[in-house]
């Protein structure tokens, strides 16, 4: 049995590099892809293969695809799109660039990707495309618009991408995980600082509460996984013959995923606010 391939997109930290490294110690065949130089020398002495790519930038997605496909001879049998980062902030602080640069990463340089792999796999007529979305993907949360569009986005988009491969033999799965271990926090909070102007926004008695919650050590919950727990939705995807469409991972995306179903709009808003403390939790 030839072994597979799988391309895991965000490696440098996380999901995407406990997810990787879990998958080459499964027998998988694992191309981790970062941006940063000094995260790519790390996985390579990880014992991982390396590509470098940058979802803001087509060409950088556009070379990575080609090279990938190079490495394993079009043979490529999986896709796990999960490089991504949060942008906090009111949606009226939100400038075109910022919501712009956020759905390059989270969906548009997914996208290509994903939208450049699919010839092979067609021709191969096999393959596993999983999406790493969010809980933030099923409900919205205050300050959290930029993530939330971009997430719900994907979802659309992932909904209608497996309708249209039917019969492909290409199966696209959603992994919906909430609150995990990981470094996404910090890096939201390096944006929040870097792109909005709290101190002259009309949300700034919230925003301190929220940069609080930011600069929080560990979890913020008691709900919060290790990056294992998606690991193991993951070598489902791509292992079962029948995957499942969504896999929900933490108890938050399943109690909301429920909720929003049996209540009504303003019942699921009041229960949105309190439980994101107006942007504190």
Known sequence: MNQKTVLVTGCSTGI?????????TRGYRVLATARKPADLDDLRDQGLE?????????????????DALKRCDNRLYGLFNNGAYGQPGAVEDLSWEVLERQLQTN??????????????????????????????????????????????ALEGLTDTLRLELYGSGIDVSLIEPGPIVSRFRDNAYAMFKAHID??????????????????QEGPTT?????????????????????????????????????LRRLLGTRQMDWLLRKASGDGSR
């Open 16 to 24: 995407g590099r406990c997810v990787a490294l879990g998958l080459k």
């Open 50 to 66: 390396t590509l470098s790519l940058e979802l803001t930038d087509p060409a950088s997605v556009r070379y990575a695809a080609e």
């Open 107 to 152: 969906l548009l340089g997914w996208h290509e990707l994903t939208r450049l792999l699919i010839p092979s796999m067609r021709a191969n007529g096999e393959g596993r495309i999983i999406q790493n979305s969010s809980v933030l993907g099923l409900v919205a949360m205050p300050y959290r618009g930029a993530y939330n569009c971009s997430k719900y």
């Open 198 to 215: 709290a101190e002259h926004s009309v949300h700034r008695d919230n925003y301190r509460a929220m940069e609080a919650r930011l600069e």
């Open 222 to 258: 008691a709900f919060t996984l290790p990056p294992e727990a998606v690991l193991k939705r993951v070598i489902h995807a791509l292992e079962s013959k029948r995957p499942k469409a969504r896999y929900p991972v933490t108890t938050p995306t399943y109690v909301f995923g429920l």
